[in-house]
Every structure is written in C-alpha cells, then in structure tokens.
T-cell receptor, first 113, second 111 residues
Framework: NAGVTQTPKFQVLKTGQSMTLQCAQD?????MSWYRQDPGMGLRLIHY???????DQGEVPNGYNVSRSTTEDFPLRLLSAAPSQTSVYFC????????????FGPGTRLTVT | GQQVMQIPQYQHVQEGEDFTTYCNSS?????IQWYKQRPGGHPVFLIQ?????EVKKQKRLTFQFGEAKKNSSLHITATQTTDVGTYFC???????????FGTGTRLTIIP
C-alpha cells in the first residue's frame, strides 16, 4: 500500500494563477481532509469529505475548492493564488472519520509570489 | 468555534531531561489524539485517549486525558535526540465531523 500520496512536492505560483494539488489514498478510507500548516498556527482544516460526492468546509475554506468524485481521490484547487496561501498543505485520510487515526500524506510546499 | 491550545509553543531541553506539553480545548472532547511531526516530515499518529482520566504509556511517553475531557498532556521521560519534533494534540468537534489540531509544541534537544 502506498498510503496517502500527494503531488507535487513543491510548487511556486505567481499571484493570480490557479492550480490543483492532488491527493490520493489506497486504503479505501471514506474520510479525507486537507490542512494547511503555517508557523505557530498548527494545522488548520481547509475542507473535508465524509465520502464520495460529499464535501464540507473546514476552518479556512476561502480561496479553495474541493471535489470528491471517487473514494480514492480528493484534489484541492486554488482558484486565484495569493501570497497568503503560501504554506505547506497536507492531505489526510481516516477509516473512522475524525474519531480515529489520521494518515497524512508527505505534504506539498507551496510558495506564491 | 472549537479552539485547541497547546503550551509551551517551544521547548529546548538537554538530552536526558524530561519534557511535558499541555493541551487545552475550549469544548469537551469525545477523544484526544496525539501526533508527532519530525522536522520536514508529516504528522504521524501516536495515540488516542477516550476515557475521562485515562492514562496511557508508550515506553518513555506518558499521555493523560483530563477528568473533564477538556485537557490532556504528553510527558516524555529522559528525552533522546530521536524525540526531536513538533507534538500536536487534536480533538473532534462536537458533531464529530471535523478534527481540530492544537497549535503544537516544538521540542528541540541539546545534546
């Protein structure tokens, strides 16, 4: 099992550009989520999904879109990148939702200039 | 909304000294989870506590869940260089739909 995979590992964008961060898991987990990590602020939830076709907003959803067309994939789209979105992005999945162990991907380090 | 705070934000200890990080939630938690993130890495699950007053041990690590299920602590005895990293607590929100992470405690070890 590959676990949770994320691509790309690093990305530099110019302000206003759009892009999609990919996340996939091969553990058949229903629950998936996206977090951003900034110094001193821990991990903040952007969006989450309890299963295919169902998504909802987390703590900091503005500027991001998600979709969940399959159980395996949960892409995160930046609509119009801003310097404030410079961060490290982690995708996670879990068999039992937020009540259970979260498996994290290796992260994507995004810089917006 | 739910807030989860951790103190201290940073801790520098000599190798062999003990280390403790404290986690406090603004709401009662159904469980508390602890994660470790090595420098440059991703968070990795350590343990989950469910019951009020629960204490669990993993070798030199001792985890406690408060009686009111609003606070928790992680204590490391006789730190080693392999303990370096950031320790996060996390708890589900009231509806058990979202997981809120604490702000983390970054531990550095002075050899």
């Amino acid at each position: 099992n590959a676990g949770v995979t994320q691509t790309p590992k690093f990305q530099v964008l110019k302000t206003g550009q759009s892009m999609t961060l990919q996340c996939a898991q091969d553990m058949n987990h229903e629950y998936m989520s996206w977090y951003r990590q900034d110094p001193g602020m821990g991990l903040r939830l952007i969006h989450y999904s309890v299963g295919a076709g169902i998504t909802d907003q987390g703590e900091v959803p503005n500027g991001y879109n998600v979709s969940r067309s399959t159980t395996e994939d949960f892409p995160l789209r930046l609509l119009s990148a801003a310097p404030s979105q410079t961060s490290v992005y982690f995708c996670a999945s879990s068999a039992g939702g937020p009540l259970n162990e979260q498996y994290f991907g290796p992260g994507t380090r995004l810089t917006v200039t | 909304g739910q807030q989860v705070m951790q103190i201290p934000q940073y801790q520098h200890v000599q190798e062999g000294e003990d280390f403790t990080t404290y986690c406090n939630s603004s709401t009662t938690l159904s469980n508390i989870q602890w994660y470790k993130q090595r420098p440059g890495g991703h968070p990795v699950f350590l343990i989950q506590l469910v019951k009020s007053g629960e204490v669990k041990k993993q070798k030199r690590l001792t985890f406690q869940f408060g009686e009111a299920k609003k606070n928790s602590s992680l204590h490391i005895t006789a730190t080693q260089t392999t303990d370096v990293g950031t320790y996060f607590c996390a708890g589900p929100n009231f509806g058990n739909e979202k997981l809120t992470f604490g702000t983390g405690t970054r531990l550095t070890i002075i050899p």
